[in-house]
């Protein structure tokens, strides 16, 4: 499996991105998708997942109630809408695919087999 992330790009706090993942080699619909980020210094962390079965959507705290995760079945991709977005967003975004991920470990970059190059997000105050 192939992804490849894009979307990302400078935009105002307050303002809004999307982000797109998309998926050569297989269906992303049979995998449980996550978007994960990385900030200068930090460690990449979890974001937003969702898994193949059931449709559930999970979210980090700080970003609950401003991104959402979508699946396009018809694109292949796996989708972040990023809204009111804040300095402290700036990083760069990664998608993750993985096959069998157990909710414990949908959180842990381990737990993720494939990844994308990854995107940069700026956010200005």
């Known amino acids: 499996v192939q992804l490849q992330a894009s979307g990302g790009g400078l935009v105002q706090a307050g303002g809004s991105l999307r982000l797109s993942c998309a998926a050569s080699?297989?269906?992303?619909?049979?995998?449980?998708m996550a978007w994960f980020r990385q900030a200068p210094g930090k460690e990449r962390e979890f974001v937003a997942g969702?898994?193949?079965?059931?449709?559930?959507?999970y979210y980090a705290d700080p970003v609950k109630g401003r991104f959402i995760i979508s699946r396009d079945n018809a694109r292949n991709t796996v989708d972040l809408q990023m809204n009111s977005l804040k300095p402290e967003d700036t990083a760069v975004y990664y998608c993750?695919?993985?096959?069998?991920?157990?909710?414990?470990?949908?959180?842990?970059?381990?737990?993720?087999?494939?990844w994308g190059q990854g995107t940069l997000v700026t956010v200005s105050s």
């Open positions: 969702t898994r193949r079965s059931g449709g559930h959507t």
């Open positions: 993750a695919a993985g096959s069998g991920v157990i909710l414990s470990n949908l959180r842990n970059t381990y737990a993720y087999h494939y």
């Open positions: 080699g297989r269906t992303l619909r049979e995998l449980d």
